[in-house]
């Protein structure tokens, strides 16, 4: 069974600039669920994609934005990157049914200098 | 709205002593589920408690669900250097979408 894949692993960026993270999902996991981690907190979520529409949206701006492609595998799209948007990003596949546990990728450790 | 608390935040421990890291909230939860993310790694589902009262065990980890659903524990039994992490609660608060509201969680460290 394939885990769950991230790239790049880290990435550092300039303030207003974009950047695209990508993930691939689970074997067989229809759901793709991204979230930021900031320093010393929890996971908040992002928002989740399932069969290539948004499912789900958390308290983040509309310059985050995803996508899902037929494969399951997702992108997660940030503009006019901030400071504050220096985090882990975590992405997290699942069946998509109720109670499904998160099968997390290893993340994309983000610095925005 | 609705947070899910962990308590404590840090907590050091010397190996074979027990650990126990509590969430809590003031309003009803719904589906708790626990991770476990070491240093410098991603979260891993540990379990998943639905029913008040409800009690599960995975060998020295004892996961409980209270009565009346408002907290959840978790306890680990004569600690070893492999249990150091962050310990997370997430609380899906009824979605059907497998969101999940993640506490804070407890960071433990174990010295031999």
């Known amino acids: 069974e394939t885990g769950v894949t991230q790239s790049p692993t880290h990435l550092i960026k300039t303030r207003g600039q974009q950047v695209t993270l990508r993930c691939s999902s689970q074997?067989?996991?229809?759901?793709v669920s991204w979230y930021q981690q900031a320093l010393g907190q929890g996971p908040q979520f992002i928002f989740q994609?399932?069969?290539?529409?948004?499912?789900g949206r958390g308290n983040f701006p509309p310059r985050f934005s995803g996508l899902q492609f037929p494969n399951y595998s997702s992108e997660l799209n940030v503009n006019a990157l901030e400071l504050d948007d220096s985090a882990l990003y975590l992405c997290?596949?699942?069946?998509?049914?109720?109670?499904?546990?998160?099968?997390f990728g290893n993340g994309t450790r983000l610095t925005v200098t | 709205g609705q947070q899910v608390m962990q308590i404590p935040q840090y907590q050091h421990v010397q190996e074979g002593e027990d650990f126990t890291t509590y969430c809590n909230s003031s309003t009803t939860l719904s589906n708790i589920q626990w991770y476990k993310q070491r240093p410098g790694g991603h979260p891993v589902f540990l379990i998943q408690l639905v029913k008040s009262g409800e009690v599960k065990k995975q060998k020295r980890l004892t996961f409980q669900f209270g009565e009346a659903k408002k907290n959840s524990s978790l306890h680990i039994t004569a600690t070893q250097t492999t249990d150091v992490g962050t310990y997370f609660c997430a609380d899906d608060r009824g979605s059907t979408l497998g969101r999940l509201y993640f506490g804070r969680g407890t960071q433990l460290t174990v010295w031999p």
């Open positions: 997290a596949s699942s069946l998509g049914a109720w109670n499904s546990p998160l099968h």
């Open positions: 994609y399932y069969r290539e529409e948004e499912n």
């Open positions: 074997s067989g996991h229809n759901t």
